[in-house]
């Protein structure tokens, strides 16, 4: 990656000294995502067990824990929620692989590829709706009010999974309707996990939407580089083929940029590519990508991204917590996988 320089200066040197900030909070999640999903059917078990030992950042838990802290929320409320956001999100990356045809996630077999379709599909309504059981079972929450976030979500990024479907083998899709596309599919996620942290810690109307705001240009960050890292990662790293959008027929940002500014026959190779999923000519879309400025182009978008949330965190109270949620709009933008 080209990206050197942080958005902003923080006094955490990556995304591990944040974790270790709320060490005890994420060990409890970790702890809460091993036991709180149970089934008394084996088959859900093995599937959630498979995905959980498999990892993650555990990004939006983490957001969830920071928001709240920062606002000065400490009570045991905020660990469960996280636990059922990072439900939410492994229901949507099992519902992902099944639509996309995935076989890879994280360098390991998809859960559609270990099992079926039907089971991935099937599980990932169960955590949906363990998810909200968990928030049912707490007290002293505004149940209601983060109920009608989570409802609220849920439809947006099922919005946003059909937008793209229905995108997908589109190579005219304009930049902001594809930018849409990242603001309902990965950054509502990003934004529930902020805003629950606000609405705990029972913010004003106006904190809760800097919450929100700094969730979403947070997740539409992270997705942005991840366009990047398609078209020039080393797949042993992000744990998934170079190219692999491509070959879904997914015109992301390099893609539709590189077609607005490359030759005329450079439009008509990545025309064809996305039209097909034809990733044979990969080799050389890549050297177009590069030569278009396409991943430059996408780099700053993403660093322009981060700005924002950070932007928007400028309205909370000056803490550790706060600074700790600007590293993760540095790292949004600075990883390699």
């Excluded at 995905?51 to 400490?74: C, E, H, Q, T, W």
């Excluded at 998809?110 to 039907?118: C, H, K, L, P």
Aim: net charge negative.
């Amino acid at each position: 990656m080209a990206l050197t320089h942080p958005v902003e200066h923080s006094t955490f040197a990556d995304i591990e000294a944040v974790r270790q900030l709320v060490m005890a909070e994420m060990a409890t999640i970790n702890e809460l995502l091993k036991s709180e999903h149970q089934s008394q059917v084996p088959l859900i078990n093995q599937v959630i067990e498979y995905i959980i030992d498999n990892g993650g950042k555990r990004l939006r838990p983490l957001v969830l824990i920071l928001m709240s802290r920062a606002f000065g929320y400490k009570d045991t409320a905020a660990p469960v929620l996280a636990t059922a956001i990072e439900f939410m999100h492994t229901a949507t990356l099992l519902h992902d692989d099944v639509v996309d045809e995935s076989l890879l996630r994280r360098g390991n077999k998809t859960a559609n590829a270990v099992w079926s379709n039907q089971s991935s599909v099937l599980v990932g309504d169960f955590l949906y709706s363990r998810a909200f059981q968990l928030i049912l079972n707490l007290e002293n929450i505004p149940a209601k009010e983060i109920l009608a976030c989570l409802a609220t979500a849920t439809n947006l990024i099922t919005e946003g999974e059909v937008l793209q479907l229905a995108n997908r083998h589109n190579p005219d899709i304009a930049i902001n309707d594809y930018l849409t596309i990242l603001e309902y599919k990965t950054g509502k996620l990003f934004a529930l996990a902020a805003q629950i942290g606000s609405i705990l810690a029972g913010t004003s109307v106006s904190l809760q939407q800097a919450a929100t705001e700094y969730g979403t240009r947070l997740g539409i960050a992270f997705q942005l580089i991840d366009d990047v890292l398609d078209y020039q990662a080393n797949p042993q790293k992000t744990g998934k083929n170079v190219g692999d959008d491509l070959i879904e027929g997914s015109p992301t940002l390099p893609l539709i940029y590189a077609m607005q500014y490359a030759s005329s026959a450079e439009r008509q190779l990545i025309r064809q590519a996305i039209e097909t999923g034809n990733a044979e000519n990969l080799s050389e879309i890549q050297r177009i990508i590069a030569t278009s400025g396409a991943i430059a182009y996408t780099e700053d978008c993403a660093i322009e991204q981060a700005k924002l949330a950070i932007a928007a965190l400028h309205k909370l109270p000056n803490s550790r917590y706060r600074d700790a949620l600007a590293t993760l709009a540095n790292f949004a933008v600075k990883r390699d996988h």
